[in-house]
C-alpha cells in the first residue's frame, strides 16, 4: 500500500529545497542522498517508505546528470555494460534484503551508515588522475565491473547515502581515468542502481509518489546544473565541494542522529 500524507506548504517546501541541494550536490560529487533520506525521514514517514520515496526522487535526478554526461561523450554504455548489468542485480538483492529489516532497525542504523559514509569521505585521499583514456578490455577489467557493480548496486539497494561518491572513487582507483570519467561513470550506474531499486520499492508498496516526485523534479533541476557545472569546470571545481558539502552533511547528521534524540 502506497502511503500518501498530506504535507503542509511550508514542509512540502523544505523537502524541494532540500531535493534541489541535493541534485545539485550529487550531480557533482555524489552524496545528495545524505540530505534527502533525513529530511524525508522528518516527514514521520516509516523508514522503508522514507527509503523508496527517496529512490524515486533520485531517479529524477540519476537520470538527468547521466543524459548530461553521456551527450558530453563521458560514458560509453556498451564499455560499460557489465557494470550496468550486475549494478541492477545487485541493487535488486539489496532492496529486497533491506525489505525484511525492522522498522526500529532502520530507525536506529540508517543515520550510522551516513555518518560512516561521510567519514570515509572526509578521511579518504584525493586521486588525482588526469587520462582520458578507457583501460583495455579484459579478464581483470571485467571482473573489476562485475565485482564492482554487484557491490555498491546492493549497497544503494539497501542503504543509498554516499553510493554516487563511492563509486567516483572507486573508479578513478580501479580503472586509473580522470574524475570527469569516473563521475560520468557513476551518475549513470546510480540511476541504474536507482531505478531497479525504485521498481522492486513499488512492487513491495514503499513508494510515496506525491513527495518522490516533487522532490524528483527539484532533484532533477539541481542535478541538470551541477553536471554542466561539474564538465564545464572540471576537477579543480568538484573536489572542494565534494569535501566541503560532506563535512557539512555529517555535522549535521551526528547532531540530528545523537544530540536531539
Given at each position: 500500500m502506497l502511503t500518501d500524507p498530506i504535507l503542509d506548504l511550508e514542509l512540502w517546501l523544505i523537502l524541494c529545497s532540500v531535493a534541489f541541494l541535493a541534485g545539485l550536490i550529487d550531480s557533482i560529487a555524489g552524496g545528495g542522498g545524505m540530505l534527502t533520506i533525513p529530511a524525508l525521514l522528518t516527514t514521520g514517514l516509516p523508514p522503508h517508505v522514507a527509503l523508496g520515496t527517496n529512490k524515486l526522487a533520485a531517479s529524477f535526478g540519476s537520470l538527468t546528470a547521466s543524459i548530461t554526461f553521456?551527450?558530453?561523450?563521458?560514458?560509453?554504455?556498451?564499455?560499460?555494460?557489465?557494470?550496468?548489468?550486475?549494478?541492477?542485480?545487485?541493487?535488486?538483492?539489496?532492496?529486497?534484503?533491506?525489505?525484511?529489516?525492522?522498522?526500529?532497525?532502520?530507525?536506529?542504523?540508517?543515520?550510522?551508515?551516513?555518518?560512516?559514509?561521510?567519514?570515509?569521505?572526509?578521511?579518504?585521499?584525493?586521486?588525482?588522475?588526469?587520462?582520458?583514456?578507457?583501460?583495455?578490455?579484459?579478464?581483470?577489467?571485467?571482473?573489476?565491473?562485475?565485482?564492482?557493480?554487484?557491490?555498491?548496486?546492493?549497497?544503494?539497494?539497501?542503504?543509498?547515502?554516499?553510493?554516487?561518491?563511492?563509486?567516483?572513487?572507486?573508479?578513478?582507483?580501479?580503472?586509473?581515468?580522470?574524475?570527469?570519467?569516473?563521475?560520468?561513470?557513476?551518475?549513470?550506474?546510480?540511476?541504474?542502481?536507482?531505478?531497479?531499486?525504485?521498481?522492486?520499492?513499488?512492487?513491495?508498496?514503499?513508494?510515496?509518489?506525491?513527495?518522490?516526485?516533487?522532490?524528483?523534479?527539484?532533484?532533477?533541476?539541481?542535478?541538470?546544473i551541477g553536471a554542466n557545472w561539474a564538465i564545464k569546470l572540471g576537477n579543480q571545481f568538484i573536489r572542494p565541494i565534494f569535501i566541503s558539502v560532506v563535512i557539512l552533511m555529517s555535522a549535521n547528521l551526528a547532531y540530528h542522529a545523537w544530540i536531539t534524540q
Open positions: 553521456y551527450r558530453k561523450k563521458l560514458f560509453n554504455p556498451y564499455y560499460w555494460r557489465l557494470s550496468v548489468i550486475f549494478t541492477a542485480v545487485g541493487a535488486i538483492i539489496g532492496t529486497i534484503t533491506v525489505s525484511y529489516l525492522s522498522v526500529k532497525f532502520l530507525e536506529k542504523y540508517i543515520p550510522v551508515f551516513i555518518i560512516i559514509t561521510a567519514f570515509y569521505t572526509m578521511v579518504s585521499k584525493t586521486i588525482s588522475i588526469n587520462s582520458t583514456n578507457l583501460p583495455l578490455v579484459n579478464f581483470t577489467l571485467k571482473a573489476k565491473q562485475i565485482s564492482q557493480g554487484l557491490i555498491l548496486g546492493f549497497y544503494d539497494g539497501f542503504a543509498g547515502p554516499g553510493t554516487g561518491a563511492f563509486w567516483t572513487a572507486s573508479s578513478t582507483m580501479l580503472y586509473k581515468i580522470n574524475i570527469l570519467l569516473s563521475s560520468g561513470l557513476a551518475r549513470s550506474t546510480n540511476f541504474v542502481s536507482n531505478f531497479c531499486s525504485l521498481l522492486t520499492f513499488f512492487y513491495l508498496g514503499y513508494v510515496n509518489i506525491t513527495i518522490g516526485i516533487s522532490m524528483g523534479i527539484f532533484i532533477m533541476i539541481g542535478s541538470a
